[in-house]
């Protein structure tokens, strides 16, 4: 997944972060005793390089950068996804805000990818964004190279809306596909999940 170098400042997207618990997982914001294990999972070039912001190599400086930029909450909202019982860090998730509005991102370390992680950390935040915001549409969009992501995106009911250009700070100007899920949709994929 991939998200947006570019982020304002409008309040209108503003969430507080609660802890959000799934099945598997346990989403909270990141702290101090997640260094180690960021840095072992976001110090993998596969991973950065379907990201804009991440950069590789990724070490200890890296870590407490971006932990202090999660406490600005200049970006949205960002979570530390742990598996539940365990507190094992396995990757991040967020919402943030940017030109074309609130957009979805993630990514999960290497050693945890195809177990679905991804996908119940996105189900959750759609949710967020909807119940505690007034925006009309989510937005989210992945690397054209990231079908795995892709997949993510159309299970959480996500529709195609183009192909852009991203600057990744690993990949340079790479091309991405965009999606766009708005509420009316968002609100029959939940009541289509009940019955």
Same mark, same amino acid.
């Given at each position: 997944?991939?998200?947006?170098?570019?982020?304002?400042?409008?309040?209108?997207?503003?969430?507080?972060?609660?802890?959000?618990?799934? +099945?598997?997982?346990?989403? &909270?914001?990141?702290?101090?005793?997640?260094?180690?294990? %960021? $840095?072992? !999972? #976001?110090?993998?070039?596969?991973?950065?390089?379907?990201?804009?912001?991440?950069?590789?190599?990724?070490?200890?400086?890296?870590?407490?950068?971006?932990?202090?930029?999660?406490?600005?909450?200049?970006?949205?909202?960002?979570?530390?996804?742990?598996?539940?019982?365990?507190?094992?860090?396995?990757?991040?998730?967020?919402?943030?805000?940017?030109?074309?509005?609130?957009?979805?991102?993630?990514?999960?370390? +290497?050693?945890?990818?195809? &177990?679905?992680?991804?996908?119940?950390?996105?189900?959750? %935040? $759609?949710? !967020? #964004?909807?119940?505690?915001?007034?925006?009309?549409?989510?937005?989210?969009?992945?690397?054209?190279?990231?079908?795995?992501?892709?997949?993510?995106?159309?299970?959480?009911?996500?529709?195609?809306?183009?192909?852009?250009?991203?600057?990744?700070?690993?990949?340079?100007?790479?091309?991405?596909?965009?999606?766009?899920?708005?509420?009316?949709?968002?609100?029959?994929?939940?009541?289509?999940?009940?019955?």
């Amino acid at each position: 997944m991939v998200a947006e170098a570019e982020d304002t400042d409008d309040e209108s997207y503003a969430i507080d972060c609660p802890v959000l618990v799934t +099945e598997r997982l346990v989403m &909270r914001a990141p702290c101090e005793g997640d260094v180690a294990q %960021l $840095v072992e !999972l #976001a110090d993998n070039r596969h991973v950065a390089e379907m990201l804009a912001r991440m950069p590789h190599p990724y070490g200890e400086a890296e870590a407490r950068a971006f932990l202090a930029m999660t406490k600005s909450r200049r970006a949205g909202i960002v979570y530390a996804l742990t598996l539940a019982g365990t507190d094992t860090f396995v990757g991040c998730a967020g919402l943030n805000t940017t030109d074309r509005g609130l957009e979805l991102g993630y990514w999960i370390g +290497e050693p945890c990818w195809k &177990r679905g992680y991804a996908t119940e950390a996105a189900h959750a %935040l $759609v949710d !967020l #964004a909807f119940q505690k915001t007034s925006i009309q549409v989510l937005h989210a969009s992945t690397r054209v190279i990231n079908p795995a992501s892709r997949r993510v995106i159309h299970k959480c009911g996500f529709q195609y809306a183009g192909q852009g250009m991203l600057n990744s700070i690993v990949a340079g100007q790479v091309p991405v596909e965009r999606y766009r899920l708005d509420r009316k949709t968002w609100i029959s994929l939940r009541n289509w999940v009940h019955f």
